[in-house]
């Protein structure tokens, strides 16, 4: 067993005594540094794909939260695809709606509860099942309104007297984002990094002093400061991996030990070395590689956090070219989706069509199981409504989503305020 495997193994064990010794309370929060929680969300990704036998149910979320009013439905859209499981498993079922309550509520929360309350009925099984709803976002509008939205969410779950659905949230044990909730109960995700760094390396390479070893040692040891705000340290740690790289020859290992430096940088607040960096990473990865398309959408990112939007389209411009030419189509339609969204505006709304539209010429290239995975039905929501009264363009892409992904392909998009 690796020795993260061992640390998740530990982190199930707590989880169960944790559970079940808080079965009145509506949701559960891990504390930890960065590492910490990071491997909890490891955890929990892991209980999608093993086979438990308390059998729970994981639903893992990590959409934006863009309001009190639209998050549950962005939750309730999300798990028909688990309804749509199930229902092949079992035959004559209710349909299962989205129950519309006749009590006022602050926020939308009731739309995403009373739906897993309804499809615990519905099937005898899971009606025995814990169903927990992880909720992770990347990006949160306003940190206010999801604390309003998380308290009524456990106020409806305690009201209703059901104690086998709950929330689950990760957040840093000292910098918190959710304000103190008597309804959650918090609990310390701890792990040894020390003696982690000491598997790993154990593990990775049974001989000593090898530059392997040696390489992942440098990595975590790197982790380990960054997640306690050593940025010096960190550093120095990165700058020896990407030396030991080199010298095994290790591309990849070297452009990752780059990445992690220009975090360390931005971090730091020192924009002028991560900029350095990325036109270090830029010479070093191998050209029309997966890796480089990564680090151009990376540096994209890296500009927009810094009010760069010009520089950011550059960089997701040079992502899709070579996207497109090695084949990438989905991470293509990824970039020019978010070219379109950042022109998501009353005066460069054509340009944001244009860019939408690139995306379902690309469509037409891919392959139905990439297609599927892809953004293709977000972009092709949003031209419904940008393409405002001409009936004709609405029909003929309604008609080709049809073709691709059947009768309900639309998704749950938030319409911009100026429209």
């Not at 994981?58 to 934006?64: A, T």
Request: aromatic share 12%; glycine share 2%; with cysteine.
């Amino acid at each position: 067993m690796n020795p993260v495997d061992l640390e998740l193994v530990k982190l199930k064990r707590n989880w169960r005594n944790i559970v079940k010794n808080n079965a009145e309370k509506p949701m559960l929060i891990a504390l930890g540094e960065k590492h910490e929680t990071d491997l909890f969300d490891g955890f929990i990704k892991s209980r999608l794909s093993e086979d438990y036998d308390d059998e729970d149910i994981f639903l893992i979320h990590y959409q934006e939260f863009n309001g009190m009013d639209s998050f549950g439905q962005a939750l309730f859209e999300e798990w028909k695809e688990y309804y749509e499981m199930l229902e092949k498993s079992q035959e004559n079922i209710p349909e299962w709606r989205l129950t519309i309550s006749e009590n006022k509520f602050k926020t939308d929360a009731f739309k995403a509860f009373f739906p897993l309350l309804d499809l615990k009925k519905n099937f005898p099984t899971i009606k025995d099942s814990k169903i927990f709803l992880y909720i992770a976002p990347i990006r949160i509008s306003n940190i206010e309104e999801l604390s309003v939205w998380v308290k009524e969410w456990c106020e409806i779950c305690e009201k209703s007297g059901n104690q086998d659905i709950k929330l689950v949230w990760a957040e840093h044990h000292t910098y918190k984002t959710l304000p103190e909730n008597s309804s959650a109960h918090s609990f310390r995700v701890e792990v040894d990094i020390h003696q982690l760094m000491q598997n790993t390396a154990a593990h990775t390479n049974r001989k000593k002093n090898s530059a392997d070893t040696d390489f992942q040692q440098q990595i975590l040891i790197a982790s380990n400061h960054l997640s306690k705000g050593r940025y010096n340290e960190a550093e120095f740690s990165l700058k020896n991996a990407v030396k030991l790289a080199r010298e095994q020859n290790n591309k990849q290992g070297e452009i990752s030990a780059y990445f992690m430096l220009t975090q360390t940088y931005v971090a730091d607040r020192k924009k002028e070395k991560a900029e350095d960096t990325y036109q270090k990473i830029f010479e070093e990865v191998e050209p029309d590689s997966p890796l480089e398309i990564q680090m151009y959408m990376n540096y994209g990112s890296y500009c927009l956090g810094n009010s760069k939007k010009a520089k950011a389209e550059k960089a997701f411009e040079k992502a899709a070219d070579i996207a497109l030419k090695i084949g990438e189509y989905a991470m293509a339609i990824e970039c020019y989706r978010i070219i379109g969204t950042l022109n998501d505006t009353v005066l460069t709304r054509d340009k944001m069509i244009r860019y939408f539209e690139k995306c379902l010429e690309i469509a037409k290239l891919m392959e139905p199981s990439t297609r599927e995975s892809s953004s293709l039905k977000f972009v092709a929501s949003m031209l419904m409504i940008k393409y405002e009264n001409d009936t004709e363009k609405k029909d003929a892409l309604d008609k080709e989503m049809k073709n691709y992904f059947g009768e309900d392909w639309k998704v749950s998009v938030e319409k911009p305020k100026y429209d």
